[in-house]
């Protein structure tokens, strides 16, 4: 069986963003405490969400504002939702590798003759681009003519996009369905912090000056009539984007859609948000859909992440107030457990069970929760968590600009936390070892040697084992994880190991087998993550076409030994019995 790795994708963010990977819990217990009322029949009445589909409904809270709630039963690997973006762009750094029309990446691609900035797959693309292109072309060959560097030559992707939203409006009108269901996305503007505001105001700088507008008047074509207004527009930006991304969940770019933005937010969440690529032989245009993580009740709340749920509950919650203003309460942020697996390491004493991580504000020292012995080093422990966040921080940093200085730092700082006896699922060792995959995958050449191999397939096998401590089966992180996995089994092995696999991974036959076990699990995931009815997206139809030729491949060999056991000849105390 021959795989390569380029087919494997690289440079994944550790950090997800409201957007793709949108986990959730089935009753949170902030909905179980609160009134949710439906939403006034005037949400419909005046033409807003129309595209609702009808197991769905809005309701509203006090403290939550707006939801969506389930009607009927659903399964997990069921799309809830299946729209087209309101708005959405390539991120600068995929302009010349993707078509702007279908985010698909090809080569080679054909460049816009007037702005030389953007591509397309063919005329089909450019054609179906036009109407959101026809503006941005000649506002992108003017901000490339008026900046001083080649490195600004393009708006930033939030400035793009909030273009694109300006442009609809003012071909719509104001008052058409689209402008008001951007007008009525949740706005924090009167909660934003002075740094927050001063960024607001320079992205409001780039885009007057990036859609062309001298004088206020001019903006009132847009439904902008005063600074205020356009300060709304982006804060609603900040709280209601979602991030596209590829089928391995590399992120591409931007989008907009009011109807999924209506979705409230649970670190333990039942629904996730994806861009799973249609069925079809090349996708017209990247369509979201929302999917539902788990069995669905009807009367419950559909709820996605916003953020990455690996982490401990801190970070979940520093990054929630920040970005989107509200503190959670959703299970998993305010249950007790002792043993939340983002926060664990073994038994100091090796007794098989775990401890919490020790922290700086512990009064005690922690205890094993099976055998009670003590953590005693706590200094140790705490210097290589302390450590361990820096050499995050800086590998993340490092990841494009140096990728082998990444690597080394990724993979030093692994080596510490497992001496320490940190869990794999624990912060922020999974986050390193994530990292670490996705920067092995990367460097992985044509010259491949086994040892590079196994060691990339070790790492990866960390990441899955830390995924599927902390994410819901189907969660599309593990199931892309699982994938790349399997994928890593099937690659030749330069030199395979003879004799009886005793170390992870094994190798010959026994990996092959490895490989196929790990595909089924994958496929298994994957029609929940990307939904059953889109065969578990671009990415389950090639582990489905994969697991055929594995199946195919293990025939051969399973009748191989039958014919070798076959030609044996017949032992001699057989014959004279
Ligand atoms: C993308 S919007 C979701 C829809 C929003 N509730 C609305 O009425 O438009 C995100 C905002 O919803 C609110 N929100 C989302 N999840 C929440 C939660 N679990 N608890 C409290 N507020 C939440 C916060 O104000 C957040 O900034």
């Avoid at 709630?69 to 762009?89: D, F, M, S, Y």
């Avoid at 092959?512 to 939904?531: M, V």
């Amino acid at each position: 069986m021959s795989a390569s790795f380029s087919q494997l994708r690289a440079a994944r963010q550790t950090k997800e963003t409201k957007s793709l990977v949108n986990s959730q819990s089935e009753n949170s217990k902030a909905t179980t405490n609160e009134t949710f009322q439906s939403a006034p029949s005037d949400f419909n009445a005046n033409g807003l969400y129309s595209s609702l589909p009808a197991s769905i409904e809005i309701k509203t809270s006090e403290t939550h504002g707006r939801g969506l709630w389930l009607k009927e039963p659903l399964k997990a690997g069921t799309v809830l939702i299946n729209t087209k973006p309101r708005v959405a762009v390539l991120s600068n750094r995929y302009l010349d590798s993707h078509c702007s029309a279908c985010f698909e990446p090809a080569s080679p691609l054909k460049r816009c003759t007037q702005c030389q900035t953007v591509y397309y797959c063919d005329a089909a693309c450019q054609t179906r681009d036009w109407p959101s292109h026809k503006n941005e072309c000649g506002a992108l060959q003017k901000w490339a003519e008026a900046v001083p560097a080649l490195d600004v030559s393009v708006p930033n992707d939030g400035v793009r996009c909030l273009a694109r939203v300006l442009w609809k409006k003012q071909k719509q009108g104001p008052e058409s369905q689209g402008s008001r269901e951007i007008d009525s996305m949740q706005n924090h503007r009167p909660h934003a912090s002075s740094s927050v505001i001063e960024l607001q105001t320079h992205l409001a700088h780039s885009l007057v000056r990036y859609i062309g507008a001298t004088s206020p008047p001019e903006l009132e074509a847009y439904g902008i009539s005063s600074a205020a207004d356009l300060v709304n527009l982006i804060s609603r930006f900040t709280t209601n984007s979602f991030t596209v991304t590829d089928p391995t969940l590399t992120p591409i770019g931007v989008a907009i859609s009011p109807i999924i933005a209506l979705i409230n937010h649970s670190c333990d969440p039942n629904a996730v948000v994806v861009f799973p690529h249609a069925a079809s032989t090349k996708a017209k245009e990247p369509s979201m859909q929302v999917i539902a993580l788990k069995d669905i009740t009807p009367g419950s709340e559909i709820l996605t992440s916003y953020i990455d749920t690996t982490v401990p509950r801190s970070l979940r919650q520093k990054s929630l107030v920040e970005t989107y203003h509200f503190t959670c309460h959703c299970d998993l942020c305010t249950s007790e457990s002792a043993t939340d697996p983002r926060t664990s390491m073994a038994c100091p004493k090796s007794c098989g069970g775990v401890c919490p991580i020790p922290t700086d504000e512990d009064t005690d020292l922690p205890r094993c929760l099976k055998c009670k012995a003590a953590v005693s080093s706590t200094d140790a422990i705490l210097d290589a968590v302390r450590l361990g966040k820096e050499a995050l921080e800086k590998a993340t940093s490092l990841q494009l600009q140096d990728p082998p200085k990444a690597r080394r730092l990724t993979t030093k700082l692994i080596e510490i936390l497992h001496s320490a006896g940190i869990q794999p699922s624990s912060h922020p060792l999974l986050a390193l070892s994530r990292l670490q995959h996705t920067l092995l995958i990367s460097s992985l050449s044509g010259n491949l040697t086994q040892e590079a191999l196994d060691e990339t397939i070790r790492a990866i096998n960390c990441s899955v084992i830390g995924c599927a401590a902390v994410l819901h089966e189907g969660h599309p992180v593990r199931a892309i994880a699982l994938t790349e996995l399997a994928k890593a089994l099937i690659v030749d092995e330069p030199e395979p190991r003879q004799g009886p696999s005793i170390t992870y991974p094994p190798s010959g036959p026994a990996r092959l087998k490895l490989a196929y076990d790990t595909l089924l699990r994958a496929r298994h995931e994957l029609l929940i993550a990307f939904g059953r009815e889109n065969e578990g997206g671009k990415v389950g139809r090639d582990v489905r076409d994969t697991l055929v030729a594995v199946e195919r491949e293990l025939g051969v060999w399973k009748q191989g030994i039958r014919n070798t056991i076959e030609d044996q000849p017949v032992p001699l105390k057989a014959r004279t019995s």
